[in-house]
């Protein structure tokens, strides 16, 4: 073939290379195939709800519920996996869906300024916006919701049976569910004798429809409200759930952003700019900081955490440091030396703060709450257990020098 027999020939071959691709996008526009979402999610899922915080941009969706802002093409989803763009809309797959769900003493939280001894109703779904190497809650928190177990045993009630020395034993009946709607959830919380809902054990934020409807419920039906979370979530999704939390738990997972981006996955300043914000609004608030030998336990980066939280949350900041495990990424790692932690309250007492903790140390003097002014203990705890409370009778106050202790300290059960 001749020079222009094969230029003809070329033409030919991309001419029809060109209609079979034009034919092909024509076929697939008349004819989309289903997306993964709706081969994973047809529309009756019960899971699956609208979702908030979110708006249309140039071929997909932006989800601007956390300070990822992902930025969501038909049928993609988010970092935290629990999010998706279906139909140019941004859903929630997780709504009633549970991944955990159990009664815990409040103290597990931990949450130490409120009602010392109390059960608190439990609550997870799968899913969470950071990616922490340790996490302790890796099997729901890292999971997709598919992934999920598909029933799951819940605590439904409270019994009580009479045992071999004549005495009365409580325990909890459970029962396995399919999912969890928020009247569900209010119901057993009450008929566990439960004084308030946790959202917790995963990140509640990247929940935060589920979490929002059932705190409302539970807010009308006399239960509290605890969110513990990471704090990484934007301002407008928190000013709108704040009034429904009665105390919000923020692990601050370490204090450079170094640390936050080689551990967590995140960034530290939208966690600062959440702590600054429930300081404005006046939220209770506790603070944990979960120290990991060799990577945020220096003394410079202790001090300065402590320094921040004393200078732009207060000294009545209640401030946890928490012992390491070693878990899920950081199998290498040892456990915390109790003598870091000390080391850690020492540092956040000598800045000025009040009230801190050490955790996951049963036994240690920072279990304890203590008058900052006479320095006696009011709530002696050992891990869990509550052993002596010297503040609920008083409502809060310090029964030798009347030193008002922030909280809420209400009695009964
Ligand atoms: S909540 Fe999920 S989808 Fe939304 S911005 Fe955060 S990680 Fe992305």
């Given amino acids: 073939m001749n020079l222009k027999g094969r230029t003809a020939a070329a033409w030919l071959l991309a001419a029809s290379a060109a209609a079979a691709a034009l034919a092909a996008a024509a076929f697939i526009a008349a004819f989309p195939p289903p997306s993964t979402f709706a081969l994973l999610y047809p529309p009756a899922n019960p899971h699956v709800r609208d979702g908030r915080f979110a708006a249309p941009v140039c071929n997909g969706v932006q989800c601007r519920l956390c300070p990822y802002d992902c930025f969501l093409p038909e049928g993609a989803r988010g970092r935290c996996k629990v999010r998706i763009n279906y139909g140019g809309k941004i859903k929630t797959l997780v709504y009633a869906q549970p991944a955990a769900v159990h009664v815990d003493p409040i103290e597990k939280k931990p949450v130490y300024h409120m009602n010392p001894g109390s059960l608190i109703y439990s609550l997870a779904a799968p899913g969470c916006n950071l990616t922490c190497r340790a996490c302790q809650n890796w099997e729901i928190s890292q999971i997709y919701p598919e992934q999920a177990p598909k029933k799951l045993p819940v605590p439904a009630a409270l019994s009580v049976s009479v045992g071999h020395d004549g005495r009365a034993y409580a325990g909890l009946v459970s029962e396995e569910v399919s999912g969890l709607q928020p009247e569900d959830v209010v119901r057993r919380a009450l008929a566990t004798r439960s004084r308030a809902i946790a959202y917790t054990y ?7 429809e589920y979490m929002y409807d059932t705190a409302l419920l539970a807010r009308r039906r006399g239960l509290k409200n605890v969110m513990v979370s990471a704090g990484y979530i934007n301002p407008e999704p928190l000013r709108e ?16 952003e170094k640390f936050y981006r080689g551990y967590t996955g995140a960034r530290l300043e939208p966690v600062k700019r959440t702590l600054l914000e429930l300081k404005k609004k006046g939220a209770l608030f506790e603070v944990v900081n979960l120290v990991v030998p060799g990577l945020n336990d220096a003394r410079p980066d202790l ?16 401030l946890f440091f928490s012992r390491f495990a070693p878990n899920y990424l950081l199998t290498g790692v040892p456990q915390t030396p109790p003598e870091t932690l000390a080391l850690a309250r020492r540092i956040a007492l000598e800045k000025g703060l009040k009230f801190v903790y050490t955790g996951n140390l049963p036994g240690s003097e920072g279990e304890s709450t203590y008058c900052p002014k006479c320095g006696r203990a009011l709530v002696r705890r050992y891990g869990y257990a509550v052993l002596e409370d010297r503040l609920t009778p008083t409502g809060g106050r310090c029964p030798w020098d009347g030193t008002r202790v922030p909280g809420i300290w209400e009695g009964g059960i």
């Fill in 202 to 208: 995963s990140e509640p934020t990247v929940f935060y």
């Fill in 241 to 256: 759930l704040l009034p429904l939390m009665d105390v919000v738990k923020i692990d601050l997972k370490g204090f450079s």
């Fill in 303 to 318: 001090e300065a955490l402590c320094g921040w939280v004393r200078e732009n949350l207060g000294a009545e900041t209640p």
